[in-house]
């Protein structure tokens, strides 16, 4: 076992290796299965939502939804399929520009990175932290919001050239990178990715020869190569293999560290593997959230409760 699962396992006091192997059923979820909450002291904002609607078409998807998601925490979006999860999440980095017939209305606001939480690792200094930024807005430059939202899709979906293509292409669109910088961007995103070692001799070979597991570990090294605040990540273990998806969880719980990180999962373990703050959606509208031990120990509503403890969804 490697050092990250290690320090996970010592977390979460009883992680099976391959999580899927032994997943249980969501009513077979204890106390004992869900981690501690690590940090502690008040939550910064990192994208504040509030009052928001969203249609397609006539079709009202969510409703009123308020939601504060921290900065440089995991939150979990749960909820039974069609409550709205993944069209909150492309919301949030404006994927559903690309629906003619999807809208919004309300609040969603990319909060400025107070000075003393900006982090000194970066891929680039490029971006302008120290503003909100109205995500709904037509003003708002999406090019250069997306920058700030990387987003990973269920299905890995790497482009059809070569490794280091992939991950230098945002860098080449957006950031006057030297040769030489971009080969250390490169590595510095493999690297995060945790992907450099079983790529490094092999950069220059297509990406669409690689596993799964190291597809979707592309993609994450792809989207943090530009630098982003917010990863998105919609069902990013859904078309893995038990040892991928541990492999992309312990990934999860390193970046943690330095991005804030959504992640849309129908799986309950691994919301309360690596959330710390898990809200539960139930048709378009936020029932519940609070700390991942709070939601799955001691939900305030029946719903959220019988969906945790598997009695529907
Ligand atoms: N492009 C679209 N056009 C019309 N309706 C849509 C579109 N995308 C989603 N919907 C509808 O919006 C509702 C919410 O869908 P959404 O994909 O956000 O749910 P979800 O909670 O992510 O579901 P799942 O867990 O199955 O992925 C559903 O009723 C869905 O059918």
Redesign the pocket.
């Given at each position: 076992m490697d050092t990250t699962s290690e320090r996970r396992d010592t977390r979460l006091g009883l992680l099976p290796e391959n999580p899927l192997e032994t997943e249980p059923t969501p009513s077979r979820i204890t106390l004992s299965s869900v981690r501690d909450t690590e940090h502690e002291g008040p939550a910064v904002p990192c994208v504040e939502i509030a009052n928001f609607n969203a249609w397609?078409?006539d079709?009202q998807?969510i409703h009123d939804l308020s939601l504060i998601i921290p900065h440089n925490r995991v939150t979990a979006f749960i909820?039974?399929?069609?409550?709205?999860?993944?069209?909150?999440?492309?919301w949030i980095n404006r994927m559903n520009d690309v629906?003619p017939?999807?809208r919004a209305e309300g609040k969603l606001i990319l909060k400025a990175i107070p000075a003393e939480e900006q982090g000194e690792e970066s891929a680039s200094n490029h971006r302008d932290q120290s503003v909100d930024t109205d995500v709904l807005a037509h003003s708002t430059d999406v090019v250069a919001m997306r920058r700030r939202v990387g987003i990973v899709f269920q299905k890995p979906n790497p482009f059809p050239k070569s490794i280091y293509q992939n991950v230098a292409f945002g860098p080449r669109l957006h950031l006057n990178t030297s040769r030489q910088d971009l080969d250390e961007l490169v590595e510095w995103s493999l690297r995060k990715a945790a992907l450099w070692d079983e790529v490094k001799d092999r950069l220059h070979q297509s990406a669409l020869g690689l596993s799964g597991g190291q597809q979707q570990r592309l993609c994450i090294a792809r989207a943090i190569a530009v630098g982003p605040e917010v990863l998105l990540m919609?069902?990013p273990c859904s078309a893995l293999d038990p040892a991928s998806t541990d492999r992309i969880e312990n990934l999860i719980y390193e970046l943690r560290e330095q991005y804030t990180i959504v992640i849309?999962t129908?799986s309950m373990q691994q919301a309360s593997r690596v959330s710390d703050q898990t809200a539960f959606?139930f048709q378009?509208k936020l029932i519940e959230s609070g700390t991942t031990e709070q939601i799955f120990t001691t939900p305030k509503n029946s719903q959220t409760e019988d969906y945790v403890t598997g009695k529907f969804g």
């Open positions: 397609y078409g079709f998807a909820g039974p399929s069609g409550c709205g999860k993944s069209t909150l999440l492309k629906v017939s999807a919609d069902e849309v129908h959606f378009g």
